[in-house]
């Protein structure tokens, strides 16, 4: 533990301190009178129209944007003109200030943004970081986020970016609009800007306080007209003159404001996706083949005559749809409609029940170059003790609690679609292509959704809603069904691993030879073109399907040596299927860290050591680290687990007791990117029914700077039980045409009778120096999936002795395998 | 089609409409409310949750033509301008992560504090068993329950010492 002690490890207590205790919990002011909704805030300051008064007399919901917002320099007069024809709609410039800030007359700011809050709070981090840059008070700011021509193209969400690399030209753009204003106020009183402080939003001599000006007045509803630069025009170099900050001057990073999106998640104000509601709009339903692969024979249009307000059946290649007046009628419509389908004449796929021993058997499609350290083969050959185990992990879905769906408004030769994707940006790209539509003419109001935790059914539903509402010259609102979401929604890919490991006669580490294989090929890209679903059913595909992925262990182990390998294996069938893999939350993360630190607790197992002082000792056999002191801050996250949880040192598993709960712990570590943690499950078997309850979860997390802790810990939290989820109950289950998984019973998912009695996330700084004046921000998004799986297998070993290594963990499968142990 | 009179949260409506329509789809498209949300169709997740007579409804499976008493909807919940303690606790506990499914948990929740204003954990759980969150906020939701069960005896006590003042 030498290596430990020089590290600036720091107790729980000495954490919770360093989360600059007093200024955490501290509740801002619900920001009522400038509304969050991208609309209403830019009907603030549209004086051209009174929207309000619109809604009144429409009786609905009626979403528009009637005049044009300030936005770029460079669009704004063209916009304004544009706008009032319905378009076109080009993408604000990111090199303009005037792009990213607003300052208006009473001194508040609006920061446009090209990200989406997927619910994680980062709206809310995004104007903590920026109020602090720019110095104005974060209840007079507000945050618009992912509408095309509105907000800057930083992507929208994915990869856990927002804070880490987004975060970045947001604080510089807003250290620029300070260091503008200051020169403002320098020339308005004749002072050098060394002369005057800010504060709040007013600028004040310094020598003479009566001399002050707010930044409103300065520059309220004007433009900047400021040109930013971008190295290698990439967004995300995007900066001014003005530095950012040092750590030690923010203010409102580090602190808890409450996110501002939630008020209108519990009082039924918001307008969500869902929601909106536009004149003359119809509701359409598709109608999926009914095994993969099927080919449209023939469709009985008579059968859904008698459906009211039936306004049309539409269908291209394999693709069907029904469009009907009213919501209620359409999905009548699309289970009435009679289609012929014709069967493909071989099976699609194996079952799940034989899905691992088909990607056993398969011809890898690629494999990654072995990632190899030292002479594995030689120190296998050689070893005291050598261990091998094979685990498996089935299709898990995103099956996100809404369907997916979008609203799609062809108005004016325009194409407008209101969606929660979390790539709206992509989305307006990939529609312009599909339906060849220009760039400018399409745009993508990123509006509240259901989780986004990756590539979802949404981008599909974006693409049905616009084709469709091409077709019908109405704006059409698409939504799918449970069943379908569950059926057709893409899938985190299935892994199976085969790993050996290596003790010699100390007990240590001495090789790991580490195969992960995915079936992950022709993995989905976000909303492309030539491989969203109504793309592939229209029979437009790309000639060369994506390579797929799979990955290899993350963690700072010094074990001398290692072989990993990662491949990945093809479906019999890759086109037209419900079993088409993309992005789920860490896309390959929680598979293989399963795998990974399910195996290292099986070594430590078989060299009798404890697992969390058998990972120390891993973690301390080196003593060299990276530039972001990943070795030291692991070190760091794992005695803060332990500690908190009060690991008590002893080799697994418990010997069982008599009862019929069998009571265990388990640990597992990982980093994603920069992002360290580690997790502590604290689970009790039940030793009749197999069922397990995970009664207790710790999680030290390192992620860098910390913008927002307590939105932070729920982050941590939900992606913990997300984890849990995918640990205990979640497999898409298929027969060989078919995915049988198609609602909540078939695919069952955690409840609330799953949920522990405790949840420690304790926010670890492991810096070496905590102090650093530009300490980063890491991403903390999905993080916290990728140990949970293990840390839960690891404690139910821990606590029965049984080692199941093929996830879900549902209580047959843990009876069974508890009967066949004897336990 | 045929005339169905409906009152929902105080107000009442009289559409023509078929009476076996969902009750779902009227609150919706119909009232324009946007607190229940379809989540399944098939009455398993509780994103479409209602109250009517005090019982948590799943609106989803509810053809209108069942119902017979008033309906509250969580627009329907906060009173003279002050949130229900269930939402209250909902924000001071910063439950919601996407919030969609939301309605459901905190109709649920508001159906159980009706019935039994001091829950147990057990009694909590099964409860809200039904009511499915993927984002997975099923800890901070039974939190945020005990501090509503928490606020609503606080006002109750308050209550009777203004009537016994």
């Known amino acids: ?823 | 089609m045929s005339n169905v009179t409906l009152k929902v949260n105080g107000k009442s409506h009289t559409l023509d409409i078929d009476a076996s329509t969902p009750l779902l789809y009227i609150l919706r498209n119909d009232l324009g409310l946007r607190g229940p949300r379809f989540g399944c169709g098939l009455g398993q997740c509780g994103a479409c949750t209602v109250i009517i007579n005090g019982v948590a409804t799943r609106s989803c499976i509810t053809p209108v033509s069942t119902v017979k008493s008033e309906v509250t909807t969580l627009e329907g919940i906060a009173k003279n301008g002050k949130l229900h303690p269930v939402q209250q606790a909902w924000i001071d506990e910063q439950v919601p992560q996407c919030g969609f499914c939301q309605n459901g948990q905190i109709m649920t929740a508001k159906a159980l504090l009706d019935k039994n204003t001091n829950p147990t954990d057990t009694q909590i759980r099964e409860a809200m068993a039904k009511t499915l969150c993927r984002c997975f906020t099923y800890y901070r939701v039974q939190l945020a329950i005990k501090r509503a069960a928490r606020a609503i005896a606080s006002l109750g006590s308050n209550r009777s010492k203004e009537v016994v003042a």
């Open chain 1, 1 to 823: 533990m030498s290596g430990a002690n020089s590290n600036p490890t720091r107790s729980a207590s000495a954490i919770a301190r360093s989360l600059k205790e007093g200024r955490s919990h501290q509740k801002t002011n619900a920001f009522t009178n400038i509304p969050k909704q991208v609309e209403e805030v830019l009907e603030k300051w549209n004086t051209a129209t009174s929207r309000r008064n619109f809604l009144k007399s429409s009786g609905l919901l009626v979403v528009s944007f009637s005049a044009a917002p300030l936005v770029s320099t460079a669009a704004a007069e063209a916009a304004a003109a544009a706008q009032a024809a319905g378009g076109p709609y080009p993408d604000p410039d990111f090199h303009q200030l005037d792009s990213w800030i607003v300052i208006h007359e009473d001194n508040t700011a609006a920061f446009y943004v090209g990200k989406t809050d997927l619910g994680q709070g980062t709206g809310t981090a995004f104007r903590q970081m920026m109020s602090d840059e720019l110095d104005i008070p974060f209840d007079k700011t507000t945050c618009i986020m992912g509408t095309t021509n509105l907000t800057v193209d930083q992507g929208g969400s994915g990869g856990s970016d927002a804070i880490q690399v987004d975060g970045w030209p947001m604080r510089r753009v807003a250290a620029e609009a300070r260091r503008i204003l200051l020169d403002m106020a320098s020339k308005r009183f004749g002072v050098p800007v060394d002369d005057l402080t800010v504060n709040d939003g007013v600028i004040t001599v310094k020598a003479d306080p009566t001399k002050k000006i707010t930044y409103g007045e300065l520059i309220g509803g004007k433009k900047f007209n400021v040109a930013l630069t971008a190295a290698n025009n990439n967004i995300d170099n995007t900066t001014g003159v003005a530095k950012v900050k040092p750590v030690q001057q923010l203010n409102m990073v580090g602190k808890s404001p409450q996110r501002d999106d939630i008020p209108r998640k519990v009082d039924g104000s918001g307008t969500w996706a869902v929601d909106v509601k536009l004149p003359g709009m119809v509701h359409a339903r598709n109608v999926k083949p009914p095994v993969a692969g099927a080919k449209l024979i023939s469709i009985d249009e008579s059968s859904v005559r008698n459906i009211p307000g039936l306004v049309k059946v539409v269908s291209k290649g394999n693709y069907v749809a029904v469009v009907c007046e009213r919501e209620e009628h359409a999905i009548q419509a699309a289970r009435q409609l009679k289609v012929n389908w014709e069967k493909p004449a071989t099976a699609a796929f194996p079952t799940s029940d034989d899905l691992f021993k088909f990607m056993r058997n398969a011809t890898p499609t690629s494999k990654r170059q072995p990632n190899v350290v030292g002479n594995p083969d030689a120190a296998l050959a050689s070893a005291a003790k050598v261990v091998e185990a094979e685990y498996e992990m089935p299709f898990q879905g995103h099956t996100a609690i809404s369907p997916a769906h979008a609203l799609a408004d062809p108005s004016n030769g325009q194409m407008t679609i209101y969606s929660n994707d979390m790539k709206s940006y992509g989305l307006r790209n990939g529609v312009s292509q599909f339906l060849e539509i220009p760039r400018d003419r399409v745009r993508v109001i990123w509006m509240d959704g259901p989780q986004a935790y990756g590539r979802t059914a949404a981008d599909d539903a974006g693409f049905e809603a616009a084709f469709l509402a091409k077709e019908i010259g109405r704006p059409v609102r698409v939504q799918w069904m449970r069943n379908e979401e569950t059926a057709w929604d893409t899938k985190g890919p299935a892994f199976t691993f085969k790993v050996r490991g290596a003790l010699d006669t100390q007990g240590n580490l001495v090789a790991l030879d580490f195969n992960a294989r995915a079936a992950d090929y022709n993995h989905l890209g976000y909303n492309e073109a030539d491989t969203v679903l109504i793309a592939q059913l229209m029979g437009r595909r790309r000639a060369m399907p994506a390579p797929g992925n799979s990955d290899i262990p993350s963690d700072m182990y010094a074990i001398p040596n290692r072989r990993m390998v990662a491949e990945v294996v093809s479906l019999p069938t890759i086109w037209e299927t419900p079993l088409r893999t993309g992005n789920l939350r860490d896309p390959n993360g929680p598979q293989v860290t399963f795998a990974a630190e399910s195996f290292i607790d099986e070594m430590a197992a078989a060299a009798e050591a404890d697992p969390l002082q058998f990972r120390m000792k891993l973690l301390n056999a080196s003593t060299t680290d990276d530039n972001g002191f990943r070795r030291a801050r692991s070190i760091a996250v794992l005695k803060t687990a332990a500690e908190t949880f009060g690991w008590d040192t002893r080799p697994s598993p418990k010997r069982p007791g008599n009862g019929t709960i069998l009571p265990g712990r388990g640990v597992a570590y990982t980093y994603r990117g920069q992002t360290v943690l580690a997790v502590i499950a604290e689970v009790e078997v039940n030793r009749k029914t197999g069922h397990v309850w995970v009664k207790r979860l710790v999680c030290a997390h390192d992620c860098g700077l910390i913008i927002n802790p307590e939105a932070l810990r729920r982050s941590v939290e939900g992606g913990m039980l997300h984890s849990l989820s995918r640990a205990l109950y979640e497999e898409v289950k298929f027969d060989g045409e078919k995915v049988t998984s198609v609602d909540w019973i078939t695919h069952p998912t955690l409840t609330h009778l799953d949920a522990p009695a405790k949840i420690d996330v304790l926010l670890v700084n492991g810096d070496p120096n905590p102090n650093r004046p530009d300490l980063p921000h890491y991403g903390a998004g999905e993080a916290s999936l990728k140990p949970t799986i293990a840390a839960v297998a690891n404690a139910i070993y821990d606590a029965t002795g049984v080692r199941l290594r093929r996830v879900p963990f549902r209580n047959a499968r843990v009876l069974e395998a508890l009967k066949a142990a004897g336990v």
